[in-house]
């Protein structure tokens, strides 16, 4: 080990020990909020672990044209064996990554041999992609779990897309709903397989189905959310194979978004998305979409809980041990948690420790604790554990239900008017309301002198009017910063009642630090203050919200959904005294770093061939050409889908040609628009790096 990475694990490992704590909630009187539960600490089970490895086959459950396994590795605690009664099941998936690695430490994942001949290259390893997670496992099993990490290796894990699932998203959803019909069977009927040691029939009576987690990375976590929704589908048949399953939470880490042709969400239960803020593979952070397809969901029930963690310096790679190579080479926008030069990040295994089994713990069982929630609620502290290592900010909704929140703004109409359709208030600020991600609303707020009479207010009722939040617990807004041109951003928060009186300014960073962006993509957070907080007005009678652009000189955020929320939040006690934030002397770095795409230049890369393919014979079934890309620097298996752009045009239904050493990539394009191409178009290739070929005239015939 050189002395570089040495240096760089060392102090990853004594980071808890010596890392000043990055101050997150002290209260504005003389007692200090008690922070959120530690997670990271281990149960007081004895716990062991096995596997099971079926036989590969074609399983029309699965995949009809390729051969499948059914591979997983299993942690549980050794007393629930001898044990009456049933415990919780979670289940882990990984992502895309190579499937054949050669070296240690780092081993380089450089083939998908096994994905479609169950081999690797002489030299190479099978990637234990699914063990990439252990170190999770071993901290919910020690808290009488059960846990079943999924190997996706064979036939889908860097496999080639097809129509409808180009990312084999369903693919990994349908590849989990069979682990757990098999889990089924065996925990009703028996005949669990002998590698587990536990014999025939030592499963039976011990899963409880009824209280079920589902993890996913990267494209898992599509994965996940598809299982989701393809067993809660009409007429499902996995229903029938796995009668009673209630999936109670879901929680995915740098997750993709739209790699099939269905729009999947996980409406109906608990979920939360794990951000990475320096993903160098997934870098659109496109995880958060379904937070924001859901946060307008108004049918949700009042449980479902939906929830960001947005993780500053952190990359897409380090959260699974077993991806032992970097996917970014820094940071856009603050301080690394992980050296791109070492194989592994202790601090982002940290900070997984400190979410993960929080999440699992405050929903799963009978001996569930809702105090672990407290992890997700912008109300409350983290955990020094956490706050130690790096700056975590925090998008929430207790529920977006219609039954539980009162809309204030969600700047759904022209600019200038709110959603109630009354007229909004401006002074010495500039607006302007657009869409941001997907189909949600912001407003751009960009205010060049602070005082009482730079302003912005979201008035929700006429003249003269109120609305009685009474039975209200909190006002959420959320908030990002536009430009980074100051280390900090605060301003003040107000309410109007109906008489025209405004209740005490409230400090914005009194209940959140508004800094960054940690991320070149536009990121929010959510800030809640209790009701309680605003005196001097009639709550029953609440005209509008006033946010003073009193403090900070100059700036300009992103405004969005302005709600007031019935719920507190769970494992918050109802009676709880709710204290402000001072969240003061943040040490975090936010500095802007420029950081280049690296370029493959087109004297490297060459058009193979591009071939006609009739009705049938192609991968979307219907008349198509395939343009078969190739280069001396290899297509690395990543969890975004390589891009071929021609002109302004992009495709992504691809597989690899060459799955030893992945230097040709295969693209299908439906024949109706390569007919539409200009053959002047120049053509390059994304996949995490940038491959240029020159344009389509060089390569036609």
Known sequence: MNLKKFSFLLSCTLATFVMAPIPQAVASDTTISKPAPDSTIKGPHQIASSEYHLPASIDSDILSNKMTEIWAKVFYPTDIINTPGKAPLIILLHGNHGTCGIGSHPRRDSSCNYTEKGTCPAGYVVTPNHEGYNYLAENLASWGYWVVS???NRGIT?????AGDMGLNLARGKLVL?????????ATVGGAPTSLGLGPDGLIGK??????????HSRGGEGMRAAYNLYLDSNSPWQTKIPGLQVKAIFEIGAVDGQTSRVLDANGTVWNQLLPMCDGDVSDLQGRYPFERMLLNPDEPATAQKSLYEVWGANHNYFNTEWQTSDAGGCSYGKPIFDPDSSESLQQQQVALGSVPAFFRSRLGSGADP????NFNPLDMLPEIVTRITQIDRDFTASPASSEISIVEDFDKVTGTNSSGNPNLAGEVAIKHHNLITKQRVSDVIW???GQGTFFEAVMEGAGQGRDLRDYATLDFRVGRISDDANRTDFSIQLEDSAGHFSKAMPVSDYAIVNGPGNNNPILKTVRIPLTA????DLAKVHGVRFVFDKTESGSIYLANIRAHKQIGLGRAEKMTLMKSSLLNYAGDTIKHKIAAEVVPANLNTIRSIRAMPKGQSATDKPAVEIVVASQVPFPAMNSLPVLQIGDKKFILSRYSDTTELKELTFTIPEDEYKRLSRTSNITVSDGKIWQFGNLAKHVQ
């Open 150 to 152: 999924v190997n996706a």
């Open 158 to 162: 860097c496999g080639g897309g097809a």
């Open 178 to 186: 069979k682990h757990l019909s098999h889990l089924y069977t065996w």
């Open 207 to 216: 899963i409880d189905f009824s209280s079920v987690g589902l993890f996913g």
């Open 371 to 374: 105090a672990f929630n407290q």
């Open 448 to 450: 060049k002198t602070a």
């Open 534 to 537: 605003f005196q001097g007005i």
